[in-house]
């Protein structure tokens, strides 16, 4: 597949990404406690980062298989919105996700992740 690859320094991206890491658990409790005042009952951080970072890592899947153009047109829709965008309940942790490291970390390799994946499908839709 890779000799054949159309646009091997981007896949080449694509594989060193490393998106199985464990759920950042310890940050996001710490940033419920941290900002209890503004999250709402009904929120489920953990639940929603956990669907937006899955939706990223199936993305990935599709293309390290081969099979990019199988890649849902709703997913990829949904690969062009950031966390905070998808969910704005959330913005108000944006300027603070940096105190939080291990939820940062998993956080820019995800947002890495998402745009990459984006300019992939973009070049390989339109047939460079």
Known sequence: MVS???MPNILKQLLQLDLLTPFPYNDTSKLRADFKEHFLEDDCINGDLNTYWMTISGSLSYIL??????DPQSQIEWLGWSFFDRYKQYRFLEPHI????VFYEEYCNHEKARIVILCYLFLESSNC
């Open 98 to 101: 940096h105190n939080y490291p």
């Open 4 to 6: 054949r690859e159309k």
């Open 65 to 70: 298989r081969g099979y990019p153009k199988e």
